[in-house]
C-alpha cells in the first residue's frame, strides 16, 4: 500500500478494519455539562503541545452523553479541554478523553 492511498482512505485505525463507519455523523438528544477552572500556567505548558498556546490557564472538564450517535451507539464520554489558539485560529486541544 503506498502512503499517498493510506492519505486518501484513511478516517480510523486500523486502516484495514476500522473502529466506526464513515462519516456524515449524527449527534441526537446530547446533554453535557462544563466545568471551567483555572489552573497553574506552568503545569499547562508542560502539556499543551507547541505550536498551540493558551492566553489563560484554562481547563474545560466536559461530561457528554450521546444517547443516539449515527454509528457509534448509544456512549457517555468525559475529557479535558484545552482552549488553544495557532496562529489566529481558535480551538481546543483534548488533553485527555
Known sequence: MKSKDVRAQ???MPLTSPAYPTGPYR???REYLIITYRTD???LRAVVPQPLEFD???VKFEFIRMPDSAGFGSYIESGQVI???FNDVIGGYSHAM
Open 56 to 58: 489563560d490557564p484554562l
Open 83 to 85: 482552549p488553544v489558539r
Open 41 to 43: 500556567p506552568d503545569r
Open 27 to 29: 449527534f441526537v438528544d
Open 10 to 12: 484513511a478516517y480510523s
